[in-house]
Nanobody
């Protein structure tokens, strides 16, 4: 059973930056997609950014130009650099992985809270 652990969340002010990190008990090397999702209170979980094994990336329109997803092979983590944070970025952020051949994300982390004050 693969475990994903997110870290790096916290309380910041509008315009600040945070870097979230997702660590795995396995390896991201053979994972097809690693993604960051978020869920704000009363809202559905939404995709923030994803990184495929071929290094292609996808971003939600709301975070394009502000967030960057990257794989750190040395640390075996997938990070989410978040710049110019806005109050609407407040949410619990989750890391998830999709294996080759799967149609649904296989593993999820427990989430890390990001709160942006105005």
């Amino acid at each position: 059973q693969v475990q994903l652990v997110e870290s790096g969340g916290g309380l910041v002010q509008t315009g600040d930056s945070l870097r979230l990190s997702c660590a795995t008990s396995g390896s991201f090397f053979d994972v097809y997609v690693v993604a960051w999702y978020r869920q704000a209170p009363g809202k559905q979980r939404e995709l923030v950014a994803s990184s495929r094994r071929d290094e292609s990336t996808v971003y939600a329109d709301s975070v394009k130009g502000r967030f960057t997803i990257s794989r750190d092979t040395a640390k075996n983590t997938v990070d989410l650099q978040m710049n110019n944070l806005k109050p609407e970025d407040t949410a619990v952020y989750y890391c998830a992985t999709l294996d080759y051949g799967s149609s649904r994300y296989n593993y999820w982390g427990q989430g890390t809270q990001v709160t942006v004050s105005s």
